[in-house]
């Protein structure tokens, strides 16, 4: 019998960074240790600096949130927060290149004036997810029946079915296993050990 490999979260065993979201904090873990965000590295800050000044939009939201001309490492952390909360097994910075962005559960989605700017919805295969597209595929990875997920989505089943099949030709996918893969990989569900 083959065991299945221990997956690790970047940073973990590689040179790789990931930023997450603990009890509100920032921490980073890299060279196999977790940090707070307060003992980035200098590289690191560097490579998110350069990612703020590439986007106006960013850097235009970040000074409405934090306008205090001494608040730079403020806006940095606000930044990691936003684009890079959530822990997953993707290096956020890798190489030293920075990954996009990765969905998580922002206590403030839905309701943040700087939602779709700061953060990011994930892509697939480069072709962006839309939030009623996440919704349905994290409805979808549970044991909820059709009927009752698309009740839950408030759509009448025959558009959920014409719904999920666009999505799942959107993917290059064809059945719920495979869709459950996808959502796992770019953050939407998390498996519980």
Same mark, same amino acid.
């Given at each position: 019998m083959t065991q299945s490999p221990i997956k690790t979260y970047a940073g973990m065993g590689c040179s790789a960074t990931e930023f997450y979201?603990?009890?509100d904090n920032v921490q980073i873990i890299e060279n196999n240790r977790? /940090? +707070? *965000? =307060?003992?980035? =590295?200098?590289?690191?800050i560097q490579i998110l600096n350069n990612e703020i000044e590439s986007d106006q939009a960013v850097q235009i939201e970040l000074l409405k949130m934090h +306008? @205090? +001309? &001494?608040? @730079?490492f403020i806006r940095l952390e606000q930044f990691v927060r936003c684009r890079f909360g959530g822990l997953d097994y993707q290096a956020d910075i890798k190489d030293g290149i920075l990954q996009q #962005?990765? !969905?998580? &559960?922002c206590p403030k989605r839905g309701n943040c004036q700087s939602e #779709?700017? %700061?953060?990011? %919805? +994930? =892509? !697939?295969n480069g072709k962006p997810l839309e939030l009623n597209e996440i919704k349905l595929l994290q409805l979808t990875a549970t044991n909820k029946t059709n009927e009752v997920i698309a009740e839950d989505l408030d759509l009448p089943l025959g558009s *959920?079915?014409? /719904?999920k099949?666009?999505? !799942?030709?959107? %993917? #290059? /996918?064809q059945t719920k296993q495979e869709a459950v893969v996808i959502s796992f990989f770019l953050n939407l569900i998390q498996f519980n050990n």
């Open positions: 979201i603990s009890d977790i /940090i +707070p *965000f =307060s003992e980035i =590295s200098d590289i690191n +306008p @205090n +001309p &001494e608040d @730079n #962005g990765e !969905y998580w &559960e #779709g700017i %700061l953060c990011k %919805l +994930p =892509s !697939y *959920f079915h014409k /719904i099949k666009t999505i !799942y030709k959107k %993917l #290059g /996918i």
